[in-house]
């Protein structure tokens, strides 16, 4: 590519999917403010939170429903799913459709890479690692309202009460 500001969102995804799919999201730039707050302390004194889209769940929550993604392809369920900062590939459930969840079961940091932060934790990258980490489905179609206006906002006070003070996405 001639500019290094130029990116393919499809690259990964084939002819398939970018055929299915590009009509479905928009392809104009983000037009509101994009929300961006400094870290108010070094990053070695941080506590940081993990935030998945690949619908994981620990095995004793209610699953993320995926009726309701089988019914509609282009909508995942809205919810979202606490988990605990020692979740293993043996206590959760991926529970999503539009990715192949067998990578997340057979090891939870493809999607959820606890185990390098807690790496970085012991090493003095990062101050520590919260108690809880937050799982969605990723995949809302063209309408992400609910989790705009319900969940993320539940998943922010939730992180604000356990004092995290940055949180890392780890999209799927």
């Known amino acids: 590519m ?3 500001t130029e990116y393919d969102p499809w690259r990964f995804a084939g002819g398939f999917i970018k055929n299915a799919l ?3 999201i928009p392809d104009a730039p983000f037009a509101g403010e994009i929300p961006w707050t400094p870290l108010a302390k070094p990053l070695a004194e941080t506590r940081v939170a993990l935030l998945t889209t690949a619908g994981v769940s ?3 929550d209610a ?3 995926m009726e309701m993604e ?3 392809p282009m909508r995942g369920d809205p919810s979202f799913r606490r988990l605990p900062a020692d979740a293993t590939s043996d206590t959760i459930v991926a529970n999503h459709l539009h990715i192949d969840t067998g990578y997340v079961e057979r090891d939870l940091n493809v999607a959820l890479p606890l185990e ?3 790496e970085l934790a012991a090493e003095g990258v990062i101050g520590s690692v919260a108690d809880t980490h937050y799982s969605i489905m990723g995949y809302q179609g063209n309408d992400a309202s609910i989790l705009e ?3 993320a906002p539940a998943i922010a006070e939730s992180m604000r ?3 995290v003070d940055l949180a890392l996405l780890a999209p799927v």
């Open 161 to 163: 009460n356990e004092e």
């Open 70 to 72: 089988r019914k509609n």
């Open 63 to 65: 699953p993320f429903d």
């Open 2 to 4: 001639s500019d290094a």
């Open 22 to 24: 590009g009509s479905q």
């Open 58 to 60: 620990c095995r004793d």
């Open 149 to 151: 206006k319900e969940s």
């Open 116 to 118: 390098r932060l807690r």
